[in-house]
């Protein structure tokens, strides 16, 4: 049982990115064993992108990386600079990662992943025969899902029938304007706070909000606007990192290496998410 997340930043203005230290602190009771984090940044006209990760708590990676401390030294403060949280990036990925295969000293086995195109973050277990001619990293079972949607250049149709298990996936082409999600049994809920025009998919709502009681939690939705839901089991979005657009791709329900069922493309919009609110039905595992 691993944590993921991503925010989505579609505002004019940066976000705290103390949130986000939240939320990686919060998600690290789904892992403890590594964690990290991948951003896209947009800067006089180019796209930073960049990925950490580590085999420590999403807290403690985080606290290294937005407050090195007064001792870092001169290295340490380019590295922080390079990969540090501002809150101007458009697009994070997180991951905290619970060790099920591949030890976390092997950092291709942390999260998240990436092959020569694609980079991605998973919950779950899964199993699939290895690609001949795909090069693989790592030992992770997670890479199976990543060397497939690299080899049909992101066409999740084909790639998660090959997959059998469980999983919760976010998957980003470096050079696309959007964000592909696809979840079956596992857990993968979206947030939207539309005064910041914030779009959060995390494991688990309650990552994503402050709150003290059951009570607090709920009329958060109900007095601040703010709207969750969580996805469809064995549907397949693409979310536009350029406005608060989610498209429903259809159904991927792999019944065998090569049979799948395919359901019909839905569009909705993220400011809609209200037609599934978050009921308090707390979060699956």
């Given at each position: 049982m691993c944590g993921i997340a991503f925010l989505i930043?579609?505002?004019t203005e940066p976000f705290d990115p103390g949130f986000l230290g939240r939320v990686f602190a919060n998600m690290d009771d789904r892992g403890g064993d590594a964690s990290g984090y991948y951003f896209e940044r947009p800067k006089k006209g180019k796209m930073i992108r960049r990925l950490i990760k580590a085999p420590v708590l999403g807290e403690d990676l985080y606290e290294d990386m937005v407050d090195p401390g007064p001792d870092i030294s001169k290295a340490a403060k380019a590295f922080n600079s390079k990969y540090s949280i501002v809150g101007d990036e458009r697009l994070v990925i997180l991951h905290t990662r619970k060790r099920t295969q591949g030890t976390e000293a092997n950092n291709h086995n942390n999260m998240p992943i990436f092959s020569r195109n694609w980079v991605m973050a998973h919950n779950g277990v899964v199993t699939a025969e290895r690609l001949k001619n795909f090069p693989y990293k790592g030992q992770v079972d997670s890479e199976e899902i990543l060397a497939r949607?690299?080899?049909y250049s992101g066409d999740l149709f084909r790639a998660?029938?090959?997959?059998?298990?469980?999983?919760?996936i976010i998957?980003?082409?470096f050079k696309s304007d959007d964000l592909l999600i696809y979840r079956n049994h596992n857990p993968l809920d979206l947030v939207y706070q539309p005064e910041k025009r914030i779009l959060v998919g995390v494991s688990c709502a309650?990552?994503?909000i402050e709150f003290d009681t059951?009570?607090?939690y709920n009329s958060i939705f109900k007095e601040?606007?703010?709207a969750s839901c969580q996805t469809s089991p064995y549907f397949a979005y693409r979310i536009s990192l350029k406005e608060p657009d989610i498209k429903c791709l259809g159904k991927i329900e792999a019944k065998s290496k090569a049979a799948c069922v395919v359901g019909s493309s839905v569009t909705e919009k993220a400011t809609e998410v209200y037609d599934r609110i978050y009921g308090g039905r707390g979060c699956e595992d």
């Amino acid at each position: 049982m691993c944590g993921i997340a991503f925010l989505i930043n579609y505002g004019t203005e940066p976000f705290d990115p103390g949130f986000l230290g939240r939320v990686f602190a919060n998600m690290d009771d789904r892992g403890g064993d590594a964690s990290g984090y991948y951003f896209e940044r947009p800067k006089k006209g180019k796209m930073i992108r960049r990925l950490i990760k580590a085999p420590v708590l999403g807290e403690d990676l985080y606290e290294d990386m937005v407050d090195p401390g007064p001792d870092i030294s001169k290295a340490a403060k380019a590295f922080n600079s390079k990969y540090s949280i501002v809150g101007d990036e458009r697009l994070v990925i997180l991951h905290t990662r619970k060790r099920t295969q591949g030890t976390e000293a092997n950092n291709h086995n942390n999260m998240p992943i990436f092959s020569r195109n694609w980079v991605m973050a998973h919950n779950g277990v899964v199993t699939a025969e290895r690609l001949k001619n795909f090069p693989y990293k790592g030992q992770v079972d997670s890479e199976e899902i990543l060397a497939r949607i690299e080899m049909y250049s992101g066409d999740l149709f084909r790639a998660i029938p090959e997959v059998s298990g469980s999983m919760a996936i976010i998957a980003k082409h470096f050079k696309s304007d959007d964000l592909l999600i696809y979840r079956n049994h596992n857990p993968l809920d979206l947030v939207y706070q539309p005064e910041k025009r914030i779009l959060v998919g995390v494991s688990c709502a309650e990552y994503a909000i402050e709150f003290d009681t059951r009570e607090d939690y709920n009329s958060i939705f109900k007095e601040t606007g703010v709207a969750s839901c969580q996805t469809s089991p064995y549907f397949a979005y693409r979310i536009s990192l350029k406005e608060p657009d989610i498209k429903c791709l259809g159904k991927i329900e792999a019944k065998s290496k090569a049979a799948c069922v395919v359901g019909s493309s839905v569009t909705e919009k993220a400011t809609e998410v209200y037609d599934r609110i978050y009921g308090g039905r707390g979060c699956e595992d």
